[in-house]
Each structure stands twice: as structure tokens, then as C-alpha cells.
């Protein structure tokens, strides 16, 4: 079952306006409290409520390569795991984004999370929530792309 666009982009702009709370008077970003991450771990949050496994994640870290490592100390073997265990649907290359859609990619500057608007991924740099890039037609060469599913309890 999924989630509506409504609640999906409701849950988008209440995490935006969480990230963007935070970065109010900090200097760059405190990596899991006001980065790409942290959005996308407010994202899950607000559209889960209660169930959300991400309400109970503490990560701190240095570089991408840290958060993965941390990843991997809580007992997952890849970020797939991860995001299936957190309600995701891995999804297979070529495939077309959706609202609510999650993206991991490693780029020049590190790795980058993000969440899909209506046209644009949104992340966080530590000043804030912000458009990422646009959405392709089609997503390749990213870690991880996964669709939010709504269980049924």
C-alpha cells in the first residue's frame, strides 16, 4: 500500500521546516542534525509517526564513508537492507521517481540523501533545506533508490 501525494508532501514540508529550524544560526551543518540524513530521517518520521524506526536513530559522523560505516555497526549489510528494514521498497535501476522517492549517491563531495519533490530532489546542506537537482526521467548510478510503503499493522 502506499501513501498518498498529500501526506507525502506534507511529511516534505514539515521536514524542510525542521532542518531549516535547526540551521538558524549555525555555522555549515552538523552532520545528523541538519544534513541531508537528518531531512531525510525528519521525512520518515513525519510520515510514519509512531512506527517510524528512524525517531530512534542517532547517527553522528564525519564523512559519507563514516555514516556507512556506522550503518553497517547497527547490523545492516547495505543501505538497501536498511531502508527495506525502515519500510522502503528497493527500487531497480531505470526506474522513474516518484514523490516521496529516497536517493543515496556518492559525488564528488561526499554522499548526498535526498527525498523527491514534485520535480526536484531536496536535501540539506547545513544552511538549510534545499533543491538538490532536478529529478531524471530515469535514476542511474545511485546507491540506493527506495519508495516509502505504508504497512498495515
Keep these: 500500500m502506499q501513501f498518498t501525494e498529500e501526506e507525502i508532501l506534507a511529511s516534505i514540508s514539515k521536514a524542510r521546516e525542521t532542518i531549516d529550524i535547526r540551521s538558524k544560526g549555525l555555522r555549515g551543518y552538523d552532520r545528523g542534525f541538519n544534513d541531508c540524513f537528518a531531512l531525510v530521517s525528519e521525512y520518515d518520521q513525519n510520515l510514519r509517526g509512531d512506527s517510524s524506526k528512524a ?82 526521467t530515469i535514476e542511474i548510478n545511485s546507491l540506493l533508490l527506495a519508495r516509502p510503503i505504508k504497512r498495515i499493522t
Excluded at 564525519?62 to 556507512?68: K, N
Excluded at 531497480?92 to 516521496?100: I, L, S
Design 55 to 136: 525517531a530512534g536513530l542517532s547517527l553522528r559522523f564525519t564523512s559519507a564513508i563514516d555514516f556507512l560505516r556506522q550503518i553497517r555497526e547497527l547490523g545492516y549489510k547495505s543501505l538497501n537492507e536498511m531502508s527495506e528494514d525502515f519500510g522502503y521498497e528497493t527500487l531497480k535501476e531505470y526506474t522513474r521517481p516518484q514523490t516521496g522517492d529516497i536517493l543515496y549517491e556518492i559525488g564528488a563531495e561526499g554522499g548526498t540523501t535526498a527525498v523527491a519533490g514534485d520535480y526536484y530532489w531536496i536535501s540539506a546542506n547545513g544552511r538549510g533545506s534545499n533543491i538538490y537537482r532536478r529529478i531524471r
